[in-house]
């Protein structure tokens, strides 16, 4: 069984191919998010201590032998890297994952969010200039600085894909990257 970890950037497409390997692997699928936030409606409001998101994400991998987890766990997640057979890192121009960020907002919270009247307004603009700040921001935020970092220390496979596929092709290469490790 593999275990596999998928990061990047919000919106550059973590979770959708966290969920397409976990389908043609048929393996469970995992999202930090899941973890690193309590559940509230709206959601994304209240992060979750560190310990309680280790002990959850910990007890949640170690019920199955092998598994996807796609999502940001730098610093954090770091006691599962011996874990991991296999780190796939993503990055596409900020441009476009920023598009891809509004038209999930959109759908979410409907074309209103952009009216400061929207109840959810200042959340949304603070949400997309996080997210903004993705390509230009220091190791001391979820960055691609951090990421890059954070790779770097890694004793295992990284697989890279640093430009804009289908979900298809990106599957393809990371099976085809797990092959190579495993020839």
Known sequence: MSRIHIL???GSGTTTLG?????????PHFDTDDFFWEKTAPPYQHIRGREERQRLLGEALAEHPGWVLSGSLCGWGDFLIPQMDIVVFLWIPPDVRLQRLRDREYARYGKGIDDSAHPSYQTHVAFLD???QYDTGGPEMRSLAMHREWLRKLPGHVVRIEEVVSVAESVSRVLGAMGEQHG
Do not use: K, N
């Open 8 to 10: 990047g950037a919000s």
């Open 19 to 27: 969920a397409a390997l976990a389908g043609r692997l048929a393996l």
């Open 130 to 132: 996080w997210a903004a």
